[in-house]
């Protein structure tokens, strides 16, 4: 499920920086045929 997938990106990130800077690597997330690919932006 993508909804949980990036839930889970952004409880992680929480963690580590709390007031979410900017500057860190990004979770992009894209449709590729039937099923979601994720990249570092």
Do not use: H, M, Q, W
Request: net charge positive.
């Amino acid at each position: 499920d993508i909804t949980r997938a990036i839930l889970d990106e952004l409880e992680k990130r929480l963690v580590g920086d709390p007031l979410l800077r900017p500057g860190g690597s990004v979770p992009f997330y894209r449709l590729v045929g039937n099923r979601f690919v994720r990249e570092i932006l």
